[in-house]
């Protein structure tokens, strides 16, 4: 893969655009978590060693092509600045031929710039050739270092590829390397826990999955669809009743694929989501139940089978663990994969947007081999695609 570490990739003195993502949750202008902020920060610090002019092209929402002010990546330049002790200075203007010269007046070497939110220009999401040429006169050399983006036929991501020497950033280096480790350098046994609350988003993930893992632990809103199909009782609980046909496919696909489907052998109920919690066996489920968790026994049986993996990835929690009654099961998930990760007796991987909130709200972000803020991107990747932006540079 053409990369930063290319021995003949030359950077002193040159312009580098670096497209990232800093797509950060914010509540009226303030930063609410900075993961992605602290993720590009190794390949910034590499291009300010070698002597490079950093320019960052990146997005925050959906302005669908217009100027918004809410969604100005202004504040997260100066984030950017805190954490790297150094001005970054931050173009609001919109891009045109004078940008360049505004570029070679400020910016010498060592120094970084921020462009305006990239959405919104209309070029940007229509993957424009025109807009994309106009971008890549800003610079000598690309970078694409925003994996999570890169699921993405736009302008930044894709066509600008064509117009500039382009290669990849650490970050996208590390993304890709962790993941293939789950897809095709794998070292077994290999355990996927995935929950959530639907699995008709998540079919296609588990139908390539089942292929090479041997463990597939089914939780959350999803485990209900399959408990159902097998004739159990779920009482009140969210559920796709529509899906029958998806799992049946899925049990016939992990049979011949000898992968071992699990899902929850007891269940923590309520009457509604702000109630509180019941241990119960899944004949015990009442018709006015809620499972909003799992039981103590499925977190031992997890336990187990985590004990005897080399290798787990972890999509979507337990159950809905923004209730601390309901957050045992997600919790326990966590301390489980952690501590043996932290051992150094197993190759862990974690993504998706709730079980990094998950991650995150217990403290754990240092305790997994490698945890994905990619979102689409990751789930893409894990269904077998082959993602635009990776595709444009290789």
Known sequence: MKNLLDKNLILKNKKVL???????????????????????????????????????????????????????????????????????????????????????????????????????????????????????????????????????????????????????????IEEIDALKKLTSDIKRPITCIIGGSKISTKINVIKNLVNNFDNMIIVGGMANTILEYKGVNIGNSICEKETKSLVKEIFEKSKKYNCKIITPIDVVVSKNIEGSAKNKKLDEVENDDMILDIGPETISSIKNIIEKSNTVLWNGPAGYFENPNFENGTKNILEIISNKTIKDKIFSVAGGGETVAAINKFKKLDSFTFVSTAGGAFLEFLEGKTLPGIKAIN
């Open 18 to 172: 670096l497209r990232v993502d800093l797509n950060v949750p914010m509540n009226k202008g303030s930063i609410t978590e900075t993961s992605r902020i602290e993720k590009i920060l190794p390949t910034i610090k590499f291009l300010l060693n070698k002597k490079a002019k950093i320019i960052i092209l990146s997005h925050i929402g959906r302005p669908k092509g217009k100027f918004v002010s809410e969604m100005s990546l202004e504040p997260i330049s100066e984030k950017l600045s805190k954490y790297l002790n150094k001005k970054v200075f931050f173009n609001k203007n919109e891009i045109s031929e004078s940008t360049i010269s505004e570029i070679n007046k400020i910016m010498s070497n060592c120094s970084i710039m921020m462009l305006e939110n990239i959405r919104f220009y209309k070029g940007e999401e229509l993957n424009d050739k025109k807009f994309a040429k106009t971008i890549s006169s800003l610079g000598d050399v690309y970078i694409n270092d925003a994996f999570s983006c890169s699921h993405r036929s736009h302008a930044s991501i894709d066509a600008i590829t064509k117009y500039l020497p382009s290669y990849f950033g650490l970050q996208i």
